[in-house]
C-alpha cells in the first residue's frame, strides 16, 4: 500500500524550531518529487515546498523561505522540514505530498500532523 | 504568491451539473497546462480529483472534468451526488516552480 505518515508535529514557542518527517512506504520514493503543503485551522491549503528526487531542486513559498528548510534522504524512504523562527501563523496541519514529475499533481498525501505556534 | 480566485461556495440539486472556477493570471493558470483539482472533506485528508487541467486520477468518477481558458481553469460536477459535498481546492504550478493553491469552494448539495 501505498503511505506517507508524518511525525514531529507539537507546541511550540514563538521564535522556537521543529523538524517533522514524513516516512514513505508501497512505491519508489526516490523517483518522486516530494512537497510541503499546510493547512491552518479553518482556512485552506498552502504550498509550502518541493524538492526534487534527488534533491537536485528545491523550491519554497515566500512565507517560509529563509525560515524553513526541506530536506529528503531517498535510503531511508524519509522527506523533512525543518522549521525555525517559528511564527504563530505557521500554526497549522502540515502534510507531506507525492508529485509525480509529469503531471505536477499531489497524487498521494499524508494523513498530517499538526503544528501548534503559542507561548 | 497570491492565492487563485474560487468562488466560496456553489451549490445544487442531487443530479444537476454544477462548475467551480479557478481564476488566477498569466504567470500560473495562463501560462501552465498544470491545474489540478483536490476535495477535501472536513477533517479529512485531501484527494486529487483532476490533473494537468483535464485528466482524471484511475478510480475518480467521471462524473468529474475539468477544463481552462485564459486564466480560468474550472472544475464541473455533473449529475450531482449528496457524498460530493466537500470543498474543492483548485491548484496551479506557477513561475518559479513553485505552486499556488485556490481560496477553496464548498459545495453544498441541496
Known amino acids: 500500500e501505498v503511505q506517507l505518515v508524518e511525525s514531529g508535529g507539537g507546541l511550540v514557542k514563538p521564535g522556537g524550531s521543529l523538524r517533522l518527517s514524513c516516512a514513505a512506504s508501497g512505491f ?6 516530494m512537497n510541503w503543503v499546510r493547512q491552518a485551522p479553518g482556512k485552506g491549503l498552502e ?10 531542486y528545491i523550491y519554497y513559498a515566500d512565507s517560509v523561505k529563509g525560515r524553513f528548510t526541506i530536506s529528503r534522504d531517498n535510503a531511508k524512504n524519509s522527506l523533512y522540514l525543518q522549521m525555525n523562527s517559528l511564527r504563530a501563523e505557521d ?15 499531489f497524487d498521494i498525501w499524508g494523513q498530517g500532523t499538526m503544528v501548534t505556534v503559542s507561548s | 504568491q497570491s492565492a487563485l480566485t474560487q468562488p466560496a461556495s456553489v451549490s445544487g440539486s442531487p443530479g444537476q451539473s454544477i462548475t467551480i472556477s479557478c481564476t488566477g493570471t498569466s504567470s500560473d493558470v495562463g501560462s501552465y497546462n498544470l491545474v489540478s483539482w483536490y476535495q477535501q ?15 482524471g486520477p484511475s478510480g ?3 462524473r468529474f472534468s475539468g477544463s481552462k481558458s485564459g486564466n480560468t481553469a474550472s472544475l464541473t460536477i455533473s449529475g450531482l451526488q449528496a457524498e460530493d459535498e466537500a470543498d474543492y481546492y483548485c491548484c496551479s504550478y506557477a513561475a518559479g516552480s513553485t505552486y499556488v493553491f485556490g481560496t477553496g469552494t464548498k459545495v453544498t448539495v441541496l
Not at chain 1, 28 to 33: D, I, M, Q, W
Not at chain 2, 41 to 55: A, D, H, Q, R, T
Open chain 2, 41 to 55: 472533506y472536513p477533517g479529512k485528508v485531501p484527494k486529487l480529483m483532476i490533473y494537468e487541467v483535464s485528466k
Open chain 1, 91 to 105: 500554526t497549522a496541519v502540515y502534510y507531506c505530498a507525492r508529485s509525480p514529475s509529469v503531471s505536477y499533481a
Open chain 1, 28 to 33: 519508489t520514493f526516490s523517483s518522486y518529487s
Open chain 1, 47 to 56: 504550498w509550502v515546498s518541493s524538492i526534487s528526487s534527488s534533491s537536485s
Open chain 2, 60 to 62: 475518480v468518477s467521471n
